[in-house]
C-alpha cells in the first residue's frame, strides 16, 4: 500500500512524459545541474530567464537524488531523455514519502479504515496524482506542506513552524495564508504559546532566507531572494493577471469540482459528522477563499488543499460505511460511498487521455528523432508552441545536432537557410499564410495534433469523443534540385526534336515548341475562337496539339504515357494561389488541368458522359491516323466542352474556405461538392 501512491504517479508520467512551459524552469535546471555541472554560463536561465527567478534549491536536491542514476546512464550510453524520467521520478518519491508520513498520523487519529478511505480517495483522483511528477515550484513546496500537516496533527509544533518556513520564504510564499491558518487554530487552542514559536520562527527564518540567498545568488549572478520577487510581482504589483483572469469563484465551481471529482460531495458531510477534522478542512477552504483575491487562478496553485479535504471526505465514507447496517437508506449511502470511487476512475482516465494531446511539442521532437534516426548534421528550429508544449533541454539527445529555440525568428531566407528542420505552428493541414512561404523550401513530414474540444457521440458505446486538430508541422529542408539543362530526345524515323526540360511533375508533360519566326503556328488557322494565353486550359490544350502534330509515333506514344501518370493530389494552396492571380502561367496550367481532371472523375463516378473527356482524347490519340487526328481531337474538344471550361473558369475564382471547412474536408472533396453545386446551378438556368 506505501508503494501505491508512488505507482499510480508514475503510471501518468509514462502516458505523458513531456512538461509544460510553467514546468520549463526547475526541468532546465535539473538538466544544467545534471549535465552541464560547472560550466554555469551555459545555463538555461540565464538565455531564457523567465518573467521572475526562481529558487534553485529544489532542483539541487532532487539533481542530487538522481545524480547516481544519471551517471550510471551515462556509463551505459542511455540518453538523456531517460534522465527526466528519472528526476520527476524521484520528485514523485518525495512526495509519496511526505504523503506516507500524513497517512501514518491520519490513521494515529483517525483510524486505519479512514486510511484506506484516504488512499483510495487519493489515488483515484487525477489532479493530484498527475501533478506528483510536475516540476512546478508548487509541487517542489507539496511535500514541505505535507510533512508541515502531519506535524501539526500531531501537535509537533517545532518541525511544524521549520517546515512551513521552508516552504513559504523558499517556495511559495502564499501558503503563509494556509499553514498561518493552521497555527492560529493552534494557538487559539493554546496548544502552544507566541513565545514557544517566536523561539522557533526567527532563527528559523533567519536561516532559511539566508539559504536561499546565498544559493540563488550564486546562480543568478546577482543579489536576490526569489520567492520575495514573485511576491512582489504577483501580489504587490498584481501583474499575474497579465497572464489571465478568472471569476472570483472560479476555484469553488472549476478548480475544486475536477481535482475533487465526486469526493467533493462528501467534503461538507465530513465536516458535519466529524467534529477532529473541522480545524483543517475549514483552514484550507478559507485559505482558498483568500487566495481567490488575486485575479490570476490556476488549479495549481491550491494543490496543498487537496490532501486535507481528501481526509474530511475519507471521514465522511468512514462514517456512512459503518452506519451501512441501520437501514436500507444507510445501505444505500454507503453503496453511493464506494460507488463515488468508480466515477473517480473513470473522470481520471477521461481527463488523462485528454491531457496526453497536450503536448504536442515534445511529440513533435520525439517524432522528428525517430524520423531522422541515423542522421547527422541537422539543424531543427523549434518554434514558440513546440518550445512551451513539452520541448526540454533533455530531449536534445543528439550531440550532432543543432536545437535552436530563437524567439525572434522570422523565418525569411537567410534565417531559413540555417535550419534543414522546422517545427512550427499551423492551424489546419491546408498550407496558408506562413506555409505558402515555407513551402517553397521545405516539404511537410508529419503533422502532430493537439487537444481542440470534446464532442457528443450518439452512435457509440461512449458518448464523449475527443476532437484533435493539427498544432505542429514537422517540416524538412529540400534538397537542392539538379539545374536545368536541355536535353535530346532522339525520335528512330525523324530528326532529334530539341525540347526544355520542365520541372518534375505527375501532369501530363506539356512540351514548348519554340517559335523561329514570327508567323502564327498552323493551330491558329484552324481554330473558329481566339486564343487567351492566359487560358491555362486552351493553352495546353494548344501546345499538346501542336506536339502531336509535330512529332510522329513515337513521341505520341509517349505524350499517352504522359496522359496515364498519377496526376499529384490538388491542394488548397494551389487554388488560392490561382483565385489570388498569384499563380504563374506554368502552375496555372497545371492547376486548371488537375481540377479538369476531377470534374472529368466527379461526372464518370456519378454515371455521366462527357463528351470527349480527356481520356477518349488519349485513346484516340493513338489510332491510325497518328499525330494530326489528335489535334482535331484536341479542337474538337475546346468546343464541346464549353461548360465544363466554364465551370473551371469559376472554380478559379473561388474562395474555398467561404464554401467548405477545410480543417474536416479535403481540397478535392471539397471541389466535388463545389462541382455538384455549379451543376445544380446550371441545370436550374436550363430550365
Known amino acids: 500500500m ?61 539533481s542530487m537524488l538522481s545524480a547516481p542514476f544519471v551517471l550510471l546512464f551515462e556509463t551505459l550510453d542511455i540518453n538523456k531523455f531517460w ?12 512526495i509519496s514519502v511526505a504523503w506516507n508520513t500524513l497517512r501514518q498520523a491520519v490513521t494515529k487519529i483517525y483510524g486505519v479504515e479512514v486510511r484506506m478511505w484516504f488512499t483510495a480517495i487519493t489515488i483515484t483522483q487525477f489532479h493530484f496524482m498527475f501533478y506528483m511528477t510536475r516540476t512546478l515550484p508548487n509541487i517542489f513546496a507539496l511535500p514541505i506542506v505535507l510533512f508541515a500537516i502531519a506535524y501539526w496533527m500531531r501537535d509537533q509544533h517545532k518541525p511544524f513552524i521549520i517546515c512551513s518556513g521552508i516552504a513559504i520564504l523558499v517556495f511559495r510564499s502564499e501558503l503563509a495564508l494556509f499553514l498561518g491558518l493552521l497555527l492560529a487554530f493552534s494557538l487559539l487552542q493554546r496548544k502552544f504559546s507566541i513565545d ?21 545568488s550564486f546562480f543568478w549572478r546577482r543579489l536576490l531572494w526569489p520567492e520575495g520577487e514573485v511576491l512582489w510581482y504577483n ?28 469526493s467533493l460531495v462528501f467534503v461538507p458531510i465530513g465536516i458535519l459528522m466529524e467534529k477532529r477534522i473541522r480545524p483543517l478542512a475549514l483552514s484550507a477552504l478559507v485559505f482558498v477563499l483568500l487566495y481567490s483575491v488575486l485575479p490570476h487562478k490556476e488549479l495549481r496553485f491550491i494543490i496543498y488543499v487537496f490532501p486535507a479535504l481528501n481526509i474530511t471526505a475519507a471521514c465522511a465514507c468512514q462514517r456512512i460505511w459503518m452506519n451501512s447496517f441501520k437501514s436500507n437508506w444507510h445501505s444505500f449511502l454507503a453503496l453511493a460511498s464506494g460507488a463515488h470511487l468508480l466515477l473517480n476512475v473513470f473522470l481520471t482516465v477521461f481527463l488523462l487521455v485528454i491531457s496526453g494531446t497536450n503536448y504536442p511539442g515534445g511529440a513533435a521532437l520525439s517524432r522528428l528523432h525517430r524520423l531522422e534516426t541515423g542522421s547527422s548534421n541537422i539543424s531543427v528550429h523549434i518554434a514558440n508552441l513546440a518550445a512551451q508544449s513539452g520541448v526540454s533541454r533533455f530531449m536534445e539527445i543528439n550531440d550532432d545536432w543543432t536545437y535552436s529555440k530563437d524567439e525572434s525568428m522570422n523565418y525569411t531566407k537567410p534565417e531559413l537557410d540555417r535550419y534543414t528542420h522546422l517545427l512550427v505552428e499551423t492551424k489546419n493541414k491546408q498550407n496558408t499564410e506562413m506555409w505558402a512561404t515555407l513551402q517553397e523550401e521545405y516539404d511537410t513530414l508529419e503533422f502532430i495534433d493537439c487537444f481542440n474540444s470534446i464532442g ?35 525520335v528512330k524515323k525523324s530528326k532529334i526534336v530539341e525540347t526544355t ?24 488557322k484552324i481554330l473558329p475562337i481566339n486564343l487567351d494565353d492566359d487560358d491555362g486550359i486552351v493553352a495546353t490544350v494548344e501546345e499538346m496539339s501542336l506536339e502531336l502534330d509535330a512529332n510522329i509515333e513515337n513521341d505520341a506514344e509517349t505524350d499517352v504515357e504522359a496522359f496515364d501518370a498519377p496526376a499529384k493530389e490538388i491542394n488548397f494552396q494551389e487554388l488560392r494561389n490561382l483565385a489570388l492571380g498569384q499563380a504563374t502561367k506554368k502552375s496555372r496550367t497545371a492547376t486548371k488541368l488537375k481540377i479538369r481532371k476531377i470534374i472529368e472523375q466527379h461526372y464518370l463516378s456519378k454515371g455521366k458522359q462527357i463528351e470527349n473527356d480527356s481520356s477518349e482524347r488519349t485513346q484516340k490519340t493513338t489510332g491510325p491516323s497518328g499525330g494530326r487526328l489528335g489535334m482535331r481531337q484536341s479542337v474538337k474538344s475546346i468546343i464541346k466542352q464549353e461548360q465544363i471550361k466554364e465551370m473551371i473558369e469559376q472554380i478559379s475564382t473561388m474562395d474555398l474556405t467561404r464554401i467548405c471547412n477545410l480543417e474536416k474536408t479535403s481540397t478535392k472533396d471539397c471541389l466535388k461538392q463545389v462541382i455538384d453545386k455549379l451543376d445544380d446551378s446550371e441545370n436550374a438556368k436550363t430550365k
Not at 508503494?3 to 514546468?23: D, G, I, R, S, W
Not at 534522465?83 to 518525495?94: C, D, K, P, S
Not at 501580489?235 to 465526486?262: E, Q, V
Open 456 to 490: 457528443i457521440q450518439y452512435n457509440s458505446l461512449l458518448p464523449v469523443r475527443i476532437k484533435t486538430k493539427p498544432c505542429i508541422g514537422i517540416l524538412k529542408k529540400r534538397t537542392s534540385p539538379p539545374p536545368k539543362e536541355k536535353q535530346k530526345v532522339k
Open 2 to 62: 506505501d508503494l501505491l501512491l508512488f505507482l499510480t504517479a508514475a503510471a501518468h508520467l509514462v502516458y505523458t512524459p513531456f512538461t509544460k512551459v510553467e514546468e520549463s524552469f526547475n526541468l532546465q535546471a535539473m538538466h544544467d545541474i545534471l549535465y552541464l555541472r560547472d560550466n554555469f554560463t551555459q545555463y538555461d536561465h540565464h538565455e531564457y530567464p523567465g518573467v521572475v527567478p526562481r529558487t534553485f534549491i529544489g532542483p539541487l536536491v532532487v
Open 83 to 94: 534522465a527526466q524520467y528519472v528526476v520527476r521520478l524521484v520528485l514523485a518519491g518525495a
Open 196 to 216: 514557544g514559536f517566536l523561539k522557533t520562527a526567527l532563527p528559523a527564518g533567519v536561516c532559511i532566507l539566508a539559504a536561499t540567498v546565498l544559493v540563488d
Open 235 to 262: 501580489t504587490i504589483l498584481n501583474k499575474s493577471s497579465n497572464w489571465g483572469t478568472s471569476p472570483f469563484l472560479w476555484y469553488f465551481y472549476s478548480a475544486l469540482p475536477r481535482a475533487m471529482g465526486a
Open 501 to 524: 526540360v520542365v520541372e518534375e511533375s505527375p501532369l501530363p508533360v506539356v512540351k514548348k515548341i519554340p517559335q523561329q519566326n514570327t508567323e502564327k503556328p498552323e493551330i491558329h
